[in-house]
C-alpha cells in the first residue's frame, strides 16, 4: 500500500514540473520573439487605434551648457544677452526666423550644415528678436527640392524685457489695412506673454473692448479684428501692463480697402487723343488695386528700340466714397516729336502678386 503512495507521488511531481516547464518555455519563446536574429531588441510599435496620424516628435532643439539638449515645444521663453544655438536633426535642413534679420543683414545670425544636424546660431539676442524659428527637413528628387511638411517644426520664442513689454519695430507709425472679406492683424506682439494687453483708439480717447466673437487677442500676432468695417478706421495703440508697469506701442493708422485682392484691373488712355506729326503724346496705364499691392508695369510700342521714349512710374492713396482707401498706381509713356513709326499699337502690362493684364490702345494719325 505504501509503495502505491510513494509511486503516485512521484508521477504527480513529474506532471507538475513538466508543466512548469511548458509556462517557462511559453515565456522564453515570447520574450524570444522581441528580438532580432543576433540578440538585438525589436522596439515593438502598438498599433493607432483611433485612426489619425501620430505626428513625429520635434527634432528642433536648444543647445544647453555642457552638451545639453532641450527639445522646444510650441513656445520659449529664453534670456536675452545670452547667445541662442539651436539644432534640427537632418542632413538638408531649411530654416526660417523674423524676417527683419534677413533685411538687415544681421551678422548676428549665421547657419551651419553638418552631416547630421544643422545648426542656428544668434548672438547677443534681444527683445526685437522675438518671434517664430521653424526648421524642416528638405527632400530631393533629382534637382527638384521641396520642404518635408509632415517633419516641420516650430518654435515661437520670446525675449522678454521689461524696458520693450512690445516687440521693437523701425516703423514708429504704421497702416494697417481693413478689409471686409478677411480678418485684420493689429500687430503689437509682446515680448512678455504674461503682459496684459489691451486695444485703444486715439480720437476720441476710447478702449476697444474685447470680444471673442469681435475681436482677440494674441501675443504671437497682436489683436485679431474679425470683421472688418469703416467704423473702425482711425488712429489707434496697444497698450501692455505687467507687474503694475504700462507701455504704449507704436501708433496704428486703420484704412479701409476698397478694392478686392485679384489681378491689376487697368485703363490705358491717351492725352491728347488725336495726334498728328510733329506732336507730343502722354499714354497712361492706371491700375486701382489694394494700397499694399506694388504693381509693376511693361510696355511694348510701335518705335521699340528704335524711338527715345521716356516713361515715368507713379503711385499714391486717394479716398473713395465713405472712408475708401484705394491705390492708385501709374506708368506714363510720352513719346516727343511723333514720326511716320510711331503711330501704331501700344500694349501695356500691368503686373501685381495676385497676376497680370495687357491693354492696348491704337495710336492713329489725324
Request: glycine share 6%.
Amino acid at each position: 500500500m505504501k509503495l502505491w503512495i510513494v509511486l503516485f507521488l512521484v508521477l504527480l511531481c513529474m506532471e507538475l514540473q513538466n508543466g512548469a516547464c511548458q509556462m517557462l518555455k511559453r515565456k522564453k519563446d515570447a520574450g524570444d520573439s522581441r528580438n532580432r536574429p543576433g540578440g538585438k531588441r525589436v522596439r515593438i510599435r502598438l498599433p493607432n487605434l483611433n485612426g489619425k496620424k501620430v505626428k513625429s516628435q520635434s527634432l528642433l532643439t536648444q543647445v544647453l551648457d555642457k552638451g545639453r539638449f532641450l527639445r522646444l515645444g510650441e513656445s520659449t521663453t529664453l534670456t536675452p544677452g545670452r547667445n541662442m544655438e539651436l539644432r534640427c536633426k537632418g542632413s538638408n535642413i531649411g530654416w526660417s526666423y523674423p524676417t527683419y534679420l534677413d533685411t538687415f543683414n544681421d551678422s548676428r545670425l549665421s547657419i551651419r550644415q553638418s552631416d547630421k544636424y544643422s545648426q542656428l546660431v544668434l548672438t547677443s539676442p534681444s527683445a526685437a528678436d522675438t518671434g517664430p524659428y521653424s526648421c524642416w527637413v528638405i527632400v530631393c528628387d533629382g534637382a527638384e527640392c521641396q520642404r518635408d511638411q509632415d517633419r516641420t517644426y516650430l518654435s515661437y520664442i520670446y525675449f522678454p524685457d521689461k524696458e520693450h513689454l512690445f516687440v521693437p519695430s523701425a516703423i514708429h507709425f504704421e497702416i494697417v489695412y481693413l478689409r471686409p472679406d478677411r480678418p485684420t492683424v493689429v500687430p503689437c506682439r509682446v515680448t512678455e506673454p504674461h503682459a496684459k494687453t489691451s486695444l485703444h483708439r486715439e480720437v476720441p480717447p476710447e478702449e476697444i473692448t474685447a470680444n471673442v466673437t469681435q475681436m482677440t487677442y494674441d501675443p504671437t500676432k497682436g489683436f485679431v479684428l474679425q470683421r472688418s468695417t469703416p467704423e473702425l478706421q482711425g488712429v489707434f495703440y496697444c497698450k501692455a501692463v505687467f507687474k503694475d508697469t504700462p507701455q504704449i506701442s507704436t501708433k496704428y493708422q486703420l484704412l479701409y480697402v476698397e478694392v478686392p485682392s485679384g489681378p491689376p484691373f487697368v485703363s490705358l488712355g491717351a492725352f491728347p487723343e488725336t495726334v498728328g506729326g510733329g506732336d507730343n503724346v502722354n499714354l497712361t496705364c492706371t491700375v486701382l488695386g489694394e494700397p499694399e499691392v506694388d504693381v509693376s508695369f511693361t510696355w511694348s510700342y510701335p518705335g521699340q528700340d528704335q524711338r527715345p521714349v521716356h516713361i515715368r512710374p507713379s503711385w499714391r492713396l486717394v479716398n473713395r466714397g465713405m472712408g475708401y482707401t484705394t491705390r492708385v498706381s501709374q506708368s506714363t509713356l510720352t513719346v516727343e516729336d511723333i514720326e511716320t513709326i510711331d503711330f501704331g499699337s501700344y500694349v501695356c502690362k500691368a503686373k501685381n502678386q495676385h497676376g497680370e493684364t495687357i491693354v492696348t490702345l491704337r495710336l492713329n494719325s489725324t
